[in-house]
């Protein structure tokens, strides 16, 4: 067989369980004997993976990684274009967990998906493959409250993938008081159809004040932020297949669910509908 799912598990989360933890979709060794091709937004959620056996070479989009066994691991955005390739002739065998959960896209833009991360320290590499084990146990026997613990297995490995990164090694910057206002206002309520015009108001300073302070610290720019936060909510929602779209729209303080698919689509290139039928059920 050019492509071997045999051993690969497969999981549904609950409602629960989708809306509000981390989740696995699948997990465990693909072996692939020609090159496996892959179109963006054909599965959901990312992809954590390392070779267990053989070589061949991943192509995402326009970069490329060579594949072969070792201290070291990939993470892949499942909306990205993807191809592994065995060396001709030789079969190449992965081991990894394609997972999903709340913040998703926000982790996948801070660790730079699709990256390669050199875990420098064995003991990060077993980490890796001891989490997975574990991983993989849960979802094939599924004791009682299994989802919680999955959702706390995949948050130790994320901090791997953090700790690699180098991303905890100096503490955060401080975030300047106008900016902590904002922040904590819009998380305070999230579905609220925030301005940036409005935002001076809620900050305590002026605009273009405001702007700097925000661009400095928080690394993008204050629309970019409020839009961001009002995609997130609506991917949530739209998640909730008892949700209307209409009903997503209404949440969301949109005067019409017209509106709501025309920023859906401008800022994802999707419809709602289309972004449903793409998500896991």
């Keep these: 067989?050019?492509?071997?799912?045999?051993?690969?598990?497969?999981m549904q989360p609950s409602p629960v369980g989708r809306r509000l933890l981390w989740h696995v979709l699948s997990l465990g060794p693909v072996t692939r004997d020609e090159p496996e091709r892959h179109a963006g937004m054909d599965k959901a959620g990312a992809f954590l993976f390392w070779?267990?056996?053989?070589?061949?070479?991943?192509?995402?989009?326009?970069?490329?990684?060579?594949?072969?066994?070792?201290?070291?691991?990939?993470?892949?955005d499942l909306a990205q274009d993807r191809t592994y390739t065995p060396v001709t002739g030789t079969e190449l065998t992965t081991r990894g967990i394609r997972f999903r959960g709340?913040?998703?896209?926000?982790w996948l833009e801070r660790l730079g998906a699709p990256v390669e991360f050199p875990l420098r320290h064995p003991a990060e590499f077993n980490r890796l493959r001891l989490e997975h084990r574990r991983?993989?146990?849960?979802?094939?026997r599924?004791?009682?409250?299994?989802?919680?613990?999955?959702?706390?297995?995949?948050?130790?490995?994320l901090g791997v993938l953090l700790k690699a990164a180098d991303l905890l090694a100096a503490p955060p910057p401080e975030v300047p008081l106008p900016v902590q206002r904002v922040l904590e206002a819009v998380q305070?309520?999230?579905?609220?159809?925030?301005?940036?015009?409005?935002m001076p108001s809620v900050a305590g300073v002026g605009y273009s004040t405001l702007r700097t302070l925000f661009q400095q610290s928080q690394g993008e720019t204050l629309s970019a932020f409020l839009q961001r936060v009002r995609l997130d909510q609506a991917c949530g929602l739209l998640s909730d297949a008892r949700l209307?779209?209409?009903?997503?729209?209404?949440?969301?303080?949109?005067?019409?669910e017209f509106y709501f698919s025309h920023f859906f689509h401008r800022t994802t290139g999707l419809s709602p509908s289309q972004f449903r039928r793409r998500a896991p059920n």
């Design 1 to 10: 067989m050019p492509v071997s799912f045999a051993q690969l598990r497969f």
């Design 51 to 76: 070779v267990h056996a053989g070589k061949g070479e991943l192509t995402v989009g326009r970069q490329r990684f060579r594949l072969e066994p070792g201290p070291r691991c990939w993470l892949l």
């Design 102 to 106: 709340p913040g998703l896209e926000a």
């Design 135 to 140: 991983l993989l146990r849960l979802v094939t």
């Design 142 to 157: 599924r004791p009682r409250g299994f989802e919680w613990e999955v959702h706390l297995r995949l948050n130790h490995l």
């Design 188 to 198: 305070a309520d999230p579905a609220r159809s925030w301005k940036a015009a409005a």
């Design 244 to 256: 209307s779209v209409k009903d997503v729209a209404r949440r969301l303080n949109f005067s019409s």
